[in-house]
Antibody, heavy 118, light 109 residues
């Protein structure tokens, strides 16, 4: 069955970097793009952008450019979200979510909590 | 960039009641709209896609309608497990531009 399993919670200091991983299984990884979604504490869902798992080309949503990088390792079916220069306002749960026709299923990772605090 | 606006922000209702949630797009998006339910500590669950198609396993009490810029999600008779936050999302276009609305919280009265 399709699964997206994300890395565990992270506690980082301001200015540091974090890399969240999302391991896909149960399907051909390069068939479907991968989205990234942010949810700050008590707030709504924000679509951060997506990465083409065939080409590796990332696209960032408005407001998510500059300190964020999406990347892949297709040899191990992994997608990554890296955030540099962390700020307190980056504290959030980050989700990976498979793109694709919903009739093929809708799949999300379990979420990774990133806490930025001195 | 297309903006999705949901209303109201919060709804207080009782089990058994009927509820309609609204989502308005700043530009026409055809029928490329999805609805999600999210409970605390959980990832969102897809309820409706293509504005009116129920996702696999979603009870018939959930229905979606609309096209263009105005969309609604209706729950015909609220069950206790339906009290959650609901989000609309532009979805189905390629390349993806999967904007979310800000959410409607459905709380027990």
């Amino acid at each position: 069955q399709v699964q997206l399993v994300q890395s565990g919670s992270e506690l980082k200091k301001p200015g540091a970097s974090v890399k969240v991983s999302c391991k896909a299984s149960g399907y051909t990884f390069t068939t479907y793009a991968m989205n990234w979604v942010r949810q700050a504490p008590g707030q709504g869902l924000e679509w951060m952008g997506w990465i083409n798992t065939n080409s590796g080309n990332p696209t960032y949503a408005q407001g998510f450019t500059g300190r964020i990088v999406f990347s892949l390792d297709t040899s191990v079916n992994m997608a990554y979200l890296e955030i540099s220069g962390l700020k307190a306002e980056d504290t959030a749960v980050y989700y990976c979510a498979r793109e694709g026709p919903p009739i093929r299923g809708d799949y999300w990772g379990q979420g990774t909590l990133v806490t930025v605090s001195s | 960039e297309i903006v999705l606006t949901q209303s109201p922000a919060i709804l207080s209702l009782s089990p058994g009641e009927r509820v309609t949630l609204s989502c308005r797009a700043s530009q026409t998006i055809g029928n490329l709209l999805a609805w999600y339910q999210q409970k605390p500590g959980q990832a969102p669950r897809l309820l409706i896609y293509d504005a009116s198609t129920r996702a696999t396993g979603i009870p018939a009490r959930f229905s979606g309608s609309g096209s263009g810029i105005e969309f609604t999600l209706t729950i015909s008779s609220l069950e206790p497990e339906d009290f959650a936050v609901y989000y609309c999302q532009r979805r189905g276009n390629w390349p993806p531009r999967n904007t979310f609305g800000q959410g409607t919280k459905l709380e027990i009265k």
